[in-house]
Every structure is written in structure tokens, then in C-alpha cells.
């Protein structure tokens, strides 16, 4: 079989879509979400989380039958008290192939550590898809959305070769969010609710989903604002309220700073602001959040403070700030209430009363195609 290093391979022939930096290791390069230029402005937990690649696809174009990835992953989830296997999938068309990766690093937590978890090192691993269709096609590798990925090597079955990566000729889609859109809990890679979406439609995404992240900070207004983008989405509030971040009297101007920002560059892209889903002990009560002994997360009555904001506040000023936005000339900014995504029926798909399990988020992606891109998405 051919072999190629991804520190060597050409970027026409192999292309990481979505990964926008590298941590370069001797072992092969660690993807990264954001740019290169946002390193120094990067809190450490948002740091954590651009490294997990939902969303990220390897793309080539071959006439290959075989493909064989390399990497070392480093993973946070358990099944059954181990390791979770790591998943990687392969579509082709509307095809997907499944395969997994159970050796490589994983985190547990150690009370004693200095830090509270521990790093148990493994070894880099192989996933290996065969029996591919013949004939020329664009392969994408959708990478797990929630390890650590260090990619190594790539193999092709040898009378194969790789030709440049065409023009992207899909709508592209930019999409930005909390731990609901990372989607942690989703089972696959193809099954975060982003992604469910963006297959439905036939977009190419790119995920900035990042866990507890979501706090508008510029950087990622100005990573947005940067790209090649169709269409931008971005679902914002739980997180503000999960850590209280921001009272209402900074959240109105934060939020339009943010969307300031990416007009700069993208002034008649089509933008749509989602407002949070159903999370039962912050519809009416500000947060922080904090599970309680079930793992299950609750507010606080402590901590009804001044300024504070429930999610129903937060819907209503998303959509009083689209209202008036639209109505100062912004024609292409539109509002979409979350609670059309996953709403209190579906309270049974959301096991710590705040994140949706596998189920739910499926459930999320179809809606918002049916509801949204079927027909009001970019490529209609």
C-alpha cells in the first residue's frame, strides 16, 4: 500500500477541513480548530475544546478501495469503567463507514493527582475501510468529536493514487456554540445534531461547538468573520447562564459586537441567531448551574441577583436584538427559537436535565432541517 505522513502530504491532496492549526508533535500533527493567531488569547478550557476535532473531516479524492488512518487518540469517556472506543467514519456520497479505535491515551480522574485527573499513555492505532466503491470519489474521515486527535499516517491500497481535493462545490455552513452543538454525548461523529443537519442538506460544515465555551468572545467572532461561508449560525445563551457570565446589561451590546464583527467581512451573508434549547432548572432561574449529587444540573436560589438572566430572558432579547437589527437594514439576520429544536417533550432525551443524549441530538439535526434548511437554508 502507499503510505503518506501528515507532516508530508501535500495539503491539494489531503485537506483537514475544519482544522484551521496544527499542534506540530514528533508523533504527527494534533488538530486544532481555531487559528494559529488565537493561541495567546485562548482560556485553557476553550483551549481543551478547539482540540477535540466535531466536525473535522480528513478529504480526499481517489480511486482507492482501501484506506487505512493512523493516529493517536487521547479520550475523556468510559463505557462500562473503560476507556470508551474512539469512533471514525468514512463517507462517501451519502455512504458512511464505521470504524473504531480502542488503543491510544486516555483521562481519568484521580483525586490525589495535583490536578484532579490523570493521563494513562497508550499507542497510536489504525482504523481501516475496505471494500470501498471503484472508481474516482471525494472520501471524508470524519474525525471523533470528542477525543484528542494526533493524526500519523495515511495508506491507500497501492494501485490507487490521490488526486487534488476538487473546489468544494457544497454550500458551506459555519456554526457556532455551546456543548449542545459540540455534542459530546452524540455516539458518532456524523451524529452530533450540526452534523446530522449539514448531511441532511448536503452542506460542508465547519464546527466551532466548543463545551462550556460559548461566551462571544471576539477572537471567535473574528475566526467566523474570516472564513468561506454560505451561511453562519450560531446558538447562543446556555452557557452565559450555566456560568453567569454575563449580566444583561453586557450580554445586549456583547451580542452585538459579536455580530458587528462578522458583518465586517460578511455583510449580506444569511445569519442565524438560535436561541437556547429546554433546560428545566434555568427556564425561569438565573444560573450558574452546578450538578447537584444525581449529576443532574440545578440553579441556585442564592443566586437571583440583579441582572441576572433566565433562558427565557435570553430568548427574549435574542429576538427583540434580530427584531431590531432587521429592521435597521440588516434583511439577511434571522432568529430561530431553540425551542423548536428540543423543547420540553423531550425532556426523557435529556438525562442531566441539561445535555441531550444520542437520541435527542439526532432528534435536534432532523428538526432543524425540516424546520429550517429544507426550506429556508442556503441552498435553497
Not at 471525494?138 to 493514487?161: D, F, K, Q
Request: charged letters at 25%; a neutral charge.
Amino acid at each position: 500500500m502507499a503510505s503518506f505522513s501528515f507532516s508530508e502530504i501535500d495539503p491539494s491532496l489531503v485537506r483537514v477541513h475544519g482544522s484551521l492549526d496544527f499542534d506540530k508533535r514528533p508523533e504527527g500533527l494534533g488538530v486544532r480548530r481555531l487559528p494559529a493567531w488565537t493561541r495567546p488569547q485562548v482560556p485553557q478550557g476553550l483551549d481543551v475544546m478547539a482540540r477535540m476535532p466535531s466536525g473535522v473531516r480528513i478529504q480526499i479524492y481517489t480511486d482507492a478501495t482501501e484506506i487505512t488512518l493512523e493516529a493517536l487518540t487521547t479520550t475523556f469517556r468510559f463505557e462500562n469503567g473503560k476507556p470508551a472506543k474512539v469512533p471514525f467514519q468514512l463517507q462517501i456520497g451519502g455512504s458512511l463507514y464505521t470504524q473504531f479505535m480502542s488503543r491510544g491515551h486516555y483521562i481519568k480522574p484521580e483525586p490525589s493527582a495535583p490536578n484532579g485527573f490523570e493521563l494513562v499513555r497508550g499507542e497510536a492505532d489504525k482504523v481501516k475501510f475496505v471494500d470501498l466503491p471503484q472508481g474516482e470519489k471525494l472520501c471524508e474521515i470524519w474525525l471523533p468529536h470528542n477525543a484528542y486527535v494526533t493524526l500519523r499516517r495515511m495508506a491507500i491500497n497501492g494501485s490507487a493514487s490521490l488526486m487534488p481535493v476538487p473546489t468544494e462545490t457544497r454550500k458551506r455552513w459555519v456554526h457556532y456554540g455551546s456543548s449542545i452543538s459540540h455534542c459530546m454525548e452524540a455516539k458518532l461523529p456524523s451524529e452530533t445534531w450540526p452534523a446530522v443537519a449539514a448531511r441532511r442538506a448536503d452542506l460542508s460544515l465547519m464546527s466551532f461547538g466548543v463545551g462550556g465555551q460559548c461566551h462571544l468572545d471576539q477572537f471567535m467572532a473574528r475566526t467566523i468573520r474570516d472564513q468561506d461561508a454560505d451561511f453562519i449560525s450560531m446558538k447562543i445563551g446556555i452557557n452565559i447562564i450555566n456560568l453567569d457570565s454575563m449580566k444583561e446589561r453586557v450580554f445586549t451590546p456583547a451580542m452585538h459586537g459579536f455580530l458587528d464583527t462578522i458583518r465586517e467581512k460578511k455583510p449580506l451573508t444569511p445569519i442565524l441567531v438560535i436561541s437556547p434549547i429546554y433546560c428545566p432548572s434555568a427556564e425561569t432561574r438565573p444560573g450558574p448551574t452546578i450538578p447537584d449529587e444525581n449529576g443532574k444540573f440545578q440553579t441556585n436560589e442564592a443566586n437571583l441577583n440583579t441582572g441576572s438572566m433566565s433562558l427565557s430572558r435570553v430568548r427574549e432579547i435574542l429576538q427583540d436584538l434580530v427584531e431590531q437589527r432587521s429592521a435597521q437594514g440588516d434583511a439577511n439576520l434571522s432568529y430561530f427559537n431553540g425551542l423548536e429544536l428540543f423543547n420540553e417533550d423531550d425532556r426523557s432525551d435529556l438525562p442531566d436535565d441539561l445535555h441531550p443524549n444520542p437520541a435527542g441530538y439526532i432528534r435536534m439535526g432532523n428538526r432543524f432541517f425540516e424546520k429550517y434548511l429544507k426550506n429556508r437554508g442556503p441552498q435553497n
